[in-house]
T-cell receptor, first 111, second 108 residues
């Protein structure tokens, strides 16, 4: 069966420090991968999506970037975190035409 | 532009009462509509999708293209239905747009 792993679960980072959140999928090949940010009262904001290795589409200009170095690995990064980057980040995967399967999320607090 | 609107941030009903979570969308083509649910301390998960035309946990949702709505309904709410519900739209392509969510409280 397919599973999705996202880590870490929580992270506290100082302003100006780098960020790397990792997401991996098992049990499927060539998944569509997504990074969302979930904010209370504002739903889920799509940040990046990828339909294949090395293919990244950015939805919102911001202080973050994404990479897909392997078929089932999706990484969210920042070189220098801002206070406004604090939030709850969700990774998800889908097959073509299917619904999403979400990871457990990462709570990022920038201090 | 694609848009999903969930007009109610919070909905509170008594156990056994009918519940309807509203969702309206804006999309010029033929959309795929979904409902996702997040129970306390659990992952966000797919509840149902309109093309499946199925009932999950007693919930149903019918796509009304004339009213551009995809309301989620259940005839008799249960306490375990208390959760955050998100309506979502995929309008051709790979992206899915989510509504702001509705928190459902089912009171005993």
């Amino acid at each position: 069966s397919q599973t999705i792993h996202q880590w870490p679960a929580t992270l506290v980072q100082p302003v100006g420090s780098p960020l790397s959140l990792e997401c991996t999928v098992e049990g499927t090949s060539n998944p569509n991968l997504y990074w969302y940010r979930q904010a209370a009262g504002r739903g889920l904001q799509l940040l990046f999506y990828s339909v294949g290795i090395g293919q990244i589409s950015s939805e919102v200009p911001q202080n973050l970037s994404a990479s897909r170095p392997q078929d089932r690995q999706f990484i969210l990064s920042s070189k220098k975190l801002l206070l406004s980057d604090s939030g709850f980040y969700l990774c998800a995967w889908s097959s073509s035409g299917g619904g999403y399967t979400f990871g457990s999320g990462t709570r990022l607090t920038v201090v | 532009a694609q848009r999903v609107t969930q007009p109610e941030k919070l909905l509170s009903v008594f156990k056994g009462a009918p519940v309807e979570l509203k969702c309206n969308y804006s999309y010029s083509g033929s959309p795929e509509l979904f409902w996702y649910v997040q129970y306390s301390r659990q992952r966000l998960q797919l509840l149902l999708r309109h093309i499946s035309r199925e009932s999950i946990k007693g919930f149903t949702a019918d796509l009304n293209k004339g009213e551009t709505s995809f309301h989620l309904k259940k005839p008799f709410a249960q306490e375990e239905d208390s959760a955050m519900y998100y309506c979502a739209l995929r309008g051709g392509g790979f992206k899915t747009i989510f509504g702001a969510g509705t928190r459902l409280f089912v009171k005993a």
